[in-house]
């Protein structure tokens, strides 16, 4: 039996230049090149191929000649793609690898110019992310990410805002051409940041109306109570400075890591401005909050309700259910199971099985189903209750998972 660490053995490589685009003095080609593999893991393949894996490695020319693109180590780039920007004022290059490159176009008279490179980011392993800061209303869009794989079908042409945040760690003005590199990470700025440090995995939360700041969620370890504290953390990109405004997990409704969403943040925090003009983030003073409801669970990837879900609640919140499904259904007879720290319930409506429970020491509710449509026809009715400010006493207070 031919062991695992064999099984990639590599048997031979193709590549084609093709596909090439050029604006102003810059061309962008790319070569594809494929790994053809052994199956050496199944002993009776008798060294059988078993398919191959194709990875695009992209070229950028200005006036004919090769860019030079190094690595920190001072050793050619690789680059996985590479992607004219198209809002910026003269022909400019975003080239993504390990390390992302811009490279302009530094022409100030006919004939002669050169081809400039910055360094956007260093290295940063084998995945790359940038994402629009202002493309949604101003707000940031969607995270794009890029790995060493076959990305030549991809456009040649990058646009959608003026602000560009690149691996998290730096903005690209498209505009002007400037780079703004931050630090959340290093101990000093931990430091000046209370010990909050930025969520891993966590989504951007907010970009400021001045579009001077980036806001992120923040957490640090509570020890005597043995949970997270939250905050978000307001980064200054230009500046290169950092703030934290602490927040309250149930006084902002804030239960799931998905809560910290750009309609959380409009309702809870405020943007203001100093004296000297600058954009200060800051908690939105309520003396009444709005209305605790909701959430609903899905699969990956998909747009199809599996659970309705209520947190925190008593266990009161059982009852309430309940009695306002009879009302809404009276065809339900459900059988009910009290047992120590949770009650649940299964009912049938309209041939099909629903089962609902609170547990206390998650202090949630939880409706399920199969019917996928039933279910959130149930629910969605159930929280515009909720929206309206019933059965509001029976919510309590918790802080996050």
């Not at 409009?266 to 409801?293: I, M, N």
């Amino acid at each position: 039996m031919v062991t695992l660490t064999s099984f990639l053995a590599l048997l031979g490589c193709s590549s084609d230049a093709q596909n090439q685009v050029t604006r102003g003095p810059f061309t962008i080609g790319y070569t594809l090149e494929r790994d053809y593999r052994l199956n050496l893991y199944n002993s009776n393949a008798n060294g059988k191929l078993i398919g191959s894996h194709a990875t695009s490695y992209f070229k950028v020319n200005y006036q004919g000649k090769r860019v030079a693109l190094t690595t920190t180590e001072g050793k050619k780039a690789q680059i996985w793609e590479a992607r004219f920007l198209g809002d910026a004022p003269r022909t400019a290059i975003l080239a993504t690898g390990n390390s992302i490159y811009l490279i302009t176009d530094d022409n100030r008279s006919a004939g002669a110019g050169q081809a400039r490179v910055t360094t956007v980011t260093t290295a940063g392993g084998e995945l790359s992310s940038y994402q629009w800061l202002d493309s949604d209303h101003g707000q940031p869009g969607r995270e794009q990410t890029r790995t060493p794989m076959d990305n030549s079908g991809s456009s040649r042409f990058l646009s959608g805002g003026r602000y560009l945040l690149v691996n998290d760690r730096s903005v690209l003005d498209v505009h002007n051409l400037t780079n703004h590199p931050f630090d959340l990470i290093s101990e000093v700025v931990i430091q000046q940041s209370d010990g909050f440090v930025r969520v891993s995995g966590s989504q951007l939360v907010s970009f400021s109306p001045g579009k001077t700041q980036l806001v992120f969620l923040g957490s640090r370890p509570n020890q005597q109570s043995n949970r997270l504290e939250y905050a978000l953390l307001a980064v200054d990109f230009v500046k290169n400075h950092t703030y934290v405004v602490p927040f309250r997990a149930s006084a902002t409704h804030f239960i799931w890591m998905s809560d910290a969403t750009y309609d959380w943040f409009a309702t809870y925090f405020d943007w203001t401005t100093d004296r000297q003009g600058k954009e200060v983030l800051s908690l939105h003073p309520y003396t009444q909050h709005p209305a605790w409801h909701g959430k609903w669970d899905q699969y990956p990837g998909e747009n199809q309700p599996i659970r309705y879900e209520l947190k925190p609640v008593l266990p009161g919140m059982f009852d309430h259910f309940m009695n306002w499904a009879k009302k809404q259904y009276p065809a339900i007879e459900p059988t009910i199971n009290r047992y120590e720290g949770m009650v649940s319930a299964k009912f049938t409506l309209n041939g099909s099985v629903f089962n609902l429970y609170v547990r206390g020491d998650y202090k949630s509710l939880g409706l399920e189903s199969t019917d996928q449509v039933l279910l959130k026809t149930i629910g969605d009715q159930f929280d515009r209750e909720l929206r309206e400010g019933r059965f509001q006493d029976a919510f309590a207070e918790m802080d996050p998972d």
